[in-house]
């Protein structure tokens, strides 16, 4: 199974809220971006938060297979074991 299988939109990730420190986010938006040297897509991630609203975003595949980059607004990187 590829990393952006595991991010699937409507599923929440333990990654808290850089806004209001509720601990999850929801998978909100899932784009995909452009294709990597390696074969792989490049998706952009977007999460909001079920408290406050605030959105957060980052890239899986960034560059290549298995890279995430850090979220634009918390600069906290996600890891896939946190999505529920």
Do not use: W
Request: net charge negative.
């Amino acid at each position: 199974m590829s990393l952006a299988d595991e991010f699937v939109e409507r599923r929440f990730i333990v990654f808290q809220c850089y806004k209001c420190q509720h601990p999850a986010m929801e998978i909100t938006t899932k784009t995909a971006l452009e294709d990597n040297s390696d074969g792989s897509t490049k998706f952009q991630i977007e999460t909001t938060c079920p408290r406050c609203q605030a959105t957060d975003q980052f890239v899986i595949n960034n560059g290549q297979e298995g890279e995430i980059s850090a979220s634009v607004n918390s600069g906290k990187v996600a890891k896939v074991a946190n999505i529920k």
